[in-house]
Each structure stands twice: as structure tokens, then as C-alpha cells.
């Protein structure tokens, strides 16, 4: 990693980049990467024509991508940029103009791939400069997490942090050169903005060629040799590697406000299992098993109680930007509702504690009123951004779930709406903790967060807390109510093997522990539609990803391990 970074150097000189606008860490991103040759690594199709797509937008024009699945690469269907889909017909183009390719990977539910398109993709005069300098390709990360973790895996070494959006310039022969994730439409804070990159890097690729592709060679062979090394197996996880990495998650946790490391704070719901299974594993319930449980069963409590989970409706959003898990990033992916329905899951199996299973429940409720196709796939995700209201000409991020305080008072009226807001948190003039905000989306706005306790409330209110659970429930509903009223946020309909297969396991393990049998017909529904349209039973084979048919994209690593954790959980 040291030598890929200093190779890099000359690079970064060159093209200074802008922080990580989250510092993302992919789910589905791991070290280990053997890149190869990269045409022979990816391959690729020209696109085909999808005979069921749906049109983009009458009486616009549109690029290559309306043909496209994807609901991302349609979503760029309407951009001036004379966008691609990955494959031979672009490498072909950039290899015969000899052209640099500009790759831009993320996702439909993505809130700052919305704000990079919105400000640069729909820009005609930046769109003229990535036509007129680059054969510039769309990838949906989810549909090829294949090519996202080769080219992740680059950005990562070399600027120390990834996310999404992912942009990565790269040589004809598919090279990576420099790269990074969101761009702003100018020069910023010292730093250059997208047009100044998309001109530096066209200008170096003419005056300094062979230098770039020299250290392109350079740069390929570190990344085999990191990925060589990573992917070593043989070896055993012992009771050192336990140990370690209980140290390691003690050392970062954060004793306050749950989770681990600075933020953004996401779930982590692997760490958590982790956790919950050191715990289990310690001999005599030792002082390290018991604060094993504690950090695990806090982070959830954490989360629980903050802005990061839907109050109304269920389900979590993907991550915070703060420490107080009060400002999420408002996407729901279908992997988080899986992993964290488990980890309430097993929260309630040691504890016993009944708001562990409302958690799950919540999830489950969610999953399968809004993301579970009518044969029972499994959706992928809700989007970050909404309409404020149907006459809105612009979307804005978590529209859909935040409240202006005068709003709440209206539908709950002079009784419930006051011990409401005092529960939740609800302020005048927003509650959004200062510096989390920096596009002031939430202005006068409240993100529910639950801020004191059911006695504190009743103590406050002269109330007992039975009363104020009543309150508190009926309140909810009338607001949910009134939410569902609302423009709801884009839906990405794709359904995905791997993530599919962690609900299953979801589903079925809710049945078992909540004893309700509705789950396990869930569950059993989302296998049947997997055999269905996703496996091949001729060669035992699965395919990816369904959206209006089965997609071309064959099964991964993770479709495989998830499905097969599913069954066997089913």
C-alpha cells in the first residue's frame, strides 16, 4: 500500500483531490483484487436493447443508457454526456480515438451521485468537455460490483478514502491514473472542481503520454501484488486474530454515543455479530465477554433511538453524518435492513428485552410493505431524495421524512403534539445538530429522534408512562398517515441474488425467534423466485440481477455465499 501511494504521488501533485464526502467503505469492497489484464478481467457486451424498458422522459433526448436495466444508468439516460454503459463497444471507441475514458460508478438511491449529476452531468458545458476529451462510461455498482472493487480498491490506495460517487479517469487498455468520488462544479477551498479536472487531466494525457502509461504499468502491477498478498489463504483464525480484533473495536469505540471511530458512523452489523460472538465464546461470562455484549448491545441502542432509523414507517437509513446517529444519510438498502433485523435479532435472544424484537419487527414490516415485489424478491433500495411536495419541481434529501415543527402540531393537535415533540425531539427551528448540514436541506426542519425517556416524558407532561406510550403510539400512526401522503422517494426495483439471500436469512431467523410464521412464508417466497428466475438448474448456475426479466450479469462470489446462508437459515 505504502509503495502503490508513493508511486501515486507524482499523480496527486498534479490532480489534488477533494475529501471524501463520507468516506464510504462499499459493502461489498474487499482488499484482496487480482486485476490481470483488465480487458480480459472484465469483458464486456455492447449494449442491448431492452424490449420492456420503460421510456425516460417523452420528448427528450436521450443517450445510450435509456436502453439500459439499470434504473442508475437511466437516471443518466436525459444528461448531454454521451455516456456508455460498460463494455467493448466504449473500450472499442476510446481504443480507435485514442482516448482516455472518464468512469463514473454509483448507484440509484445515491444522494451525492443526484448532487454530482444535477450540478456537472446536466451541465451542457461540462458535458461538452467530457465529449469532446473522453469516452465517458456509466456503472451501476450494484449491478457490477466487479468493476467497482477493481477501480475502488485504486482509489482507496491512492488518495486514502472511497465512496460514492466513484470517478476514475483511465488510459484506452482500462488503466487506472487518478480518481476520487465527488467532484464539485468549480474550484473550491484550494481544490480543483470537476471542469478543471476533466481539463488538467485531458492535458496531461496529451504532453506527458508515456510517463502515464509507464506508471500505469507500475500502478497495475502493485495492485496484483496487493491483491496477491491479500488473497493468501491457508491460514486459520485463531484465538490471536479474536483477540486483536476485540482490542482493536475497544480501542475505537466510542463509550458516549455507541459505535466506533469518528464519523460517519454506519451500522456495522458484521462487527456487531462479531461481537455478539466473542461474547458467547468467553468462557464464564470474563470481564472482556461482558464488554464484548456491552458495545454491541449500546451501538444498538444507539441506533435505535436515533434519527438513523424510521420511526414511522421502519427500517434504518444507511448511516449518520454526526456522532449522535441523529443525521443519516436517508437511503435504505436492503442489505442494512437484512444484517441489522439479525443483530436485533440476536440482541434479543441474549437479553430477552422486548424493544429488540420491535426493531426487527420494524424492519420487517418495512421490507415487506414496500421493497417485496408482488412473486417476493426483494427491492434493493429507497432513494436519499424526495419531492418536498407534488407541485416541487426539485428534489431535496430526506424531504420524505423530515418535519417542521408547526406541521407535527397540526395533525397531532393541542394534546398528543406537544409530548410528541418533547419525545422526539422536536424543535422550532430544526433539530439538526450544527455542521451536519452544510446544504441547509433541514432548516426549520426535525429529524425524529427519540431525546428523552418515557418517564422523563411523563414526568414532564404529569402523565404515567402507559399514557405516554399510548400517545406516543397514536401519534405515530396519525403522522404516518400523513407521510404517506407525500411524494415518495424513487424506489430502485432491481432485485439482487446476494442481497436477496440476506433477507431470506433475515426473514427465516424471524420466524424461528418471533414465532410468526408469516416470515417464513417470506422467506420461502424470495427462494422461490430466486429458483425461478435467477438459477439455472441446466448447469447450476446463478445470475445476479432481475429487473422487468433476469439480467446478463453473472452470479459473484456473494450471490453464491448469501443465497446458500439463506437456504440453509430457510
Not at 371 to 379: I, K, P, Q, R, S
Not at 488 to 499: C, E, G, N
Request: with cysteine; hydrophobic share 40%.
Amino acid at each position: 500500500m505504502p509503495l502503490i501511494t508513493s508511486r501515486l504521488m507524482s499523480f496527486k501533485l498534479l490532480f489534488p483531490l477533494p475529501m471524501d464526502r463520507g468516506s464510504l467503505t462499499g459493502f461489498f469492497l474487499v482488499v484482496s483484487v487480482v486485476m490481470g489484464s483488465f480487458p480480459n478481467t472484465f469483458g464486456g457486451e455492447a449494449a442491448e436493447e431492452v424490449a420492456n424498458a420503460e421510456p425516460v422522459v417523452a420528448g427528450v433526448q436521450s443517450n445510450r443508457l435509456a436502453l439500459e436495466k439499470s434504473p442508475y444508468l437511466r437516471q443518466h439516460a436525459s444528461n448531454p454526456v454521451d455516456w456508455f454503459p460498460w463494455g467493448e463497444e466504449a473500450f472499442a471507441k476510446a481504443r480507435k480515438e485514442d482516448k482516455l475514458i472518464f468512469l463514473s460508478v454509483g448507484y440509484s438511491t445515491c444522494h451525492w451521485c443526484h448532487v454530482m449529476e444535477r450540478e456537472s452531468f446536466e451541465n451542457p458545458e461540462i458535458a461538452a468537455l467530457m465529449n469532446e476529451s473522453y469516452v465517458s462510461i456509466k456503472v451501476d455498482r450494484e449491478e457490477r460490483p466487479d468493476v467497482d472493487k477493481v477501480y475502488m480498491t485504486f482509489v482507496q490506495a491512492s488518495t486514502g478514502s472511497g465512496g460514492w460517487p466513484m470517478n476514475v479517469w483511465l488510459t484506452p487498455d482500462l488503466t487506472p491514473i487518478v480518481g476520487g468520488t465527488y467532484f464539485p462544479p468549480e474550484d473550491r477551498y484550494g481544490r480543483p472542481g470537476f471542469p478543471s479536472m476533466l481539463e488538467r487531466v485531458a492535458t496531461v494525457w496529451k504532453e506527458h503520454r508515456e510517463e502515464i502509461v509507464a506508471q500505469g504499468k507500475v500502478i497495475v502491477e502493485q495492485l496484483n501484488e496487493l491483491g496477491s498478498v491479500s488473497s493468501e489463504g491457508g491460514a486459520e483464525l485463531g484465538n490471536d486474530s479474536m483477540e486483536a480484533a476485540f482490542e482493536r473495536l475497544t480501542n475505537t469505540f466510542d463509550e458516549t454515543e455507541g459505535g466506533f471511530g469518528p464519523p460517519p458512523k454506519f451500522p456495522r452489523p458484521a462487527t456487531l455479530n462479531f461481537l455478539f460472538r466473542y461474547y458467547a465464546a468467553q468462557e464464564s461470562l470474563s470481564q472482556r465477554g461482558k464488554k464484548a455484549l456491552e458495545m454491541a448491545l449500546s451501538t444498538l441502542d444507539a441506533i435505535m433511538a436515533g434519527g438513523i432509523r424510521d420511526h414511522l414507517g421502519g427500517g434504518f437509513h444507511r448511516y449518520s453524518v454526526d456522532r449522535f446517529w441523529h443525521v443519516p444519510h436517508f437511503e435504505k438498502m436492503l442489505y442494512d435492513q437484512a444484517q441489522l433485523a439479525n443483530a436485533y435479532l440476536d440482541a434479543f435472544q441474549i437479553t430477552g428485552e422486548t424493544k429488540y424484537a420491535e426493531a426487527a419487527r420494524g424492519i420487517f414490516s418495512y421490507v415487506g410493505e414496500t421493497l417485496t415485489d408482488a412473486e417476493g424478491g426483494f427491492y434493493s433500495a429507497e432513494d436519499a431524495d424526495s419531492l418536498p411536495s407534488r407541485d416541487s419541481a426539485e428534489k431535496s434529501e430526506g424531504a420524505f421524512y423530515i418535519w417542521p415543527e408547526e406541521e407535527v402540531l397540526q395533525i397531532l393537535g393541542p394534546e398528543k403534539g406537544p409530548v410528541f415533540n418533547y419525545f422526539y425531539g422536536v424543535a422550532t427551528f430544526g433539530n439538526a445538530p450544527p455542521g451536519s448540514d452544510p446544504q441547509r436541506e433541514f432548516a426549520n426542519r426535525n429529524i425524529l429522534k427519540q431525546s428523552r425517556s418515557v418517564k422523563e416524558t411523563g414526568d414532564k407532561f404529569g402523565l404515567s408512562m402507559v399514557a405516554v406510550e399510548k400517545i406516543l403510539k397514536e401519534s405515530r400512526s396519525l403522522l404516518l398517515t400523513a407521510r404517506n401522503k407525500r411524494p415518495r422517494p424513487h424506489r430502485d426495483d432491481k432485485i439482487i441474488t446476494a442481497w436477496n439471500g440476506l433477507m431470506m436469512s433475515a426473514y427465516a431467523r424471524g420466524a424461528s425467534v418471533l414465532d410468526d410464521p408469516a416470515y417464513l412464508t417470506r422467506a420461502a417466497r424470495s427462494a422461490a423466485f430466486i429458483k425461478k428466475h435467477l438459477y439455472n438448474e441446466k448447469n447450476g448456475t446463478l445470475l445476479r440481477i432481475f429487473r422487468q426479466g433476469p439480467g446478463p450479469t453473472a452470479g459473484f462470489g456473494d450471490d453464491y455465499a448469501f443465497l446458500i446462508q439463506g437456504l440453509l437459515d430457510l
